[in-house]
């Protein structure tokens, strides 16, 4: 989907479990933060969400959806090519217990908290060895996302199972470009 291209998992835009993970394009290009928001805006009013985050990486533009509260609710990718949105693939979609495909799949209180998240992140990415910093926790159903830093900077991002434990590198966003919170 990132780059126009659709792949193996990638949804496109198409819709999946009655429209509830998509948002087919619109044929228009996205070329700014602001149209990201505005197609992610489009998708959230469908869930009862807003958008909050947005991000711009090389492969595309990415956005986080949250509750009226300012909950995380869940995150989406949106294609620059054709506008199309999607819940964003890896912990948004398969740990993601409110949003996910197994939502509510999941019971019980989280094991993992986000300072443990957090711990838990910085532990792996310095097992990496690429001197990133894990920044601070979003919560999420299920999970946690937390952007990778270097020198204060973004540079990625990574989530932690809230259940498990287990990390998840958000490896296909490609090179951070910017980012504007609301």
């Known amino acids: 989907m990132m780059g126009g291209h ?54 595309g533009y990415y956005a ?3 509750t009226a509260a300012g909950r995380g609710a869940t995150e989406v990718l949106i294609d620059p090519g054709s506008g199309g949105v999607s819940v964003e693939y890896g912990p948004a979609m398969m740990w993601n217990t409110g949003y996910g495909m197994h939502a509510r799949a999941t019971t019980g209180a989280a094991r993992v908290s ?40 973004p540079v990625g991002m990574m989530s932690v199972n809230a259940y498990t434990g287990a990390v998840w590198d958000h490896t296909w966003h490609g090179t951070f470009v910017t980012m504007s919170e609301e």
């Open 64 to 66: 986080e959806l949250t």
């Open 114 to 153: 986000a300072a443990e998240a957090t711990t838990i992140a910085q532990r792996w990415l310095d097992r990496q060895g690429r001197g990133l910093v894990a920044g601070e926790a979003d919560e999420f159903p299920g999970y946690y996302t937390l952007h990778t830093l270097r020198d204060g900077r």
């Open 6 to 59: 659709s792949g193996p998992g990638m949804m496109s835009g198409a819709s999946m479990m009655g429209g509830s993970y998509g948002l087919a394009g619109d044929g228009q290009r996205v070329e700014s933060l602001d149209q990201a928001r505005q197609r992610g805006a489009a998708f959230a009013d469908r869930l009862g969400l807003r958008v909050g985050e947005t991000m711009q990486f090389a492969n």
